[in-house]
C-alpha cells in the first residue's frame, strides 16, 4: 500500500499552462502504473493519462490528447501532469492514482488513490 498526495492545482485563465504533481510514498514506486484522473461536479471520474512503470508508454483520454503530457521520476517518486492550452471544460478536481497489475483506464482498476487538487480554468 502507498499514499499519494496531489498538488499544484490553483485557478487560472483559458489558454494558460499548469502542472500537477503527485507524489507516492514509499520506496516501491518504480513497482506502480500511474495515472491521472478528473471529476467535474455531477459527473463521473474520467481517465486523463497514465504511464506505464518506467515511462515507456503513455495513454490520454481524448479530450486532452495533444495538450496534456503526463510523466514520471522514479528517483522523486513523484508523476507530473503538464496541462497546456487548458479550457473551461479541465475544470474539475484532478486524482492521482497507482495500481501494480497495469495501466488500465477504469477507476475500478485502481487500488490507491490521493485526496485529489483543485484545477479551475476560467474565460
Known amino acids: 500500500q502507498v499514499q499519494l498526495k496531489e498538488s499544484g492545482g490553483r485557478k487560472v485563465q483559458a489558454g494558460n499552462s499548469l502542472r500537477l504533481s503527485c507524489r507516492v510514498s514509499?520506496?516501491?514506486?518504480?513497482?506502480?502504473?500511474m495515472a491521472w484522473f478528473r471529476q467535474a461536479p455531477g459527473t463521473d471520474r474520467d481517465f486523463v493519462a497514465g504511464i506505464t512503470r518506467y515511462g515507456g508508454t503513455t495513454q490520454y483520454g481524448d479530450s486532452v490528447k495533444g495538450r496534456f503530457s503526463i510523466s514520471r521520476d522514479n528517483a522523486e517518486n513523484t508523476v507530473y501532469l503538464q496541462m497546456n492550452d487548458l479550457k473551461v471544460e479541465d475544470t474539475a478536481v484532478y486524482y492521482c492514482?497507482?495500481?501494480?497489475?497495469?495501466?488500465?483506464?477504469?477507476?475500478?482498476?485502481?487500488?490507491?488513490w490521493g485526496q485529489g487538487t483543485q484545477v479551475t480554468v476560467s474565460s
Open positions: 514509499g520506496r516501491t514506486f518504480e513497482m506502480y502504473y
Open positions: 492514482a497507482a495500481d501494480r497489475r497495469g495501466l488500465r483506464t477504469e477507476v475500478r482498476h485502481y487500488d490507491n
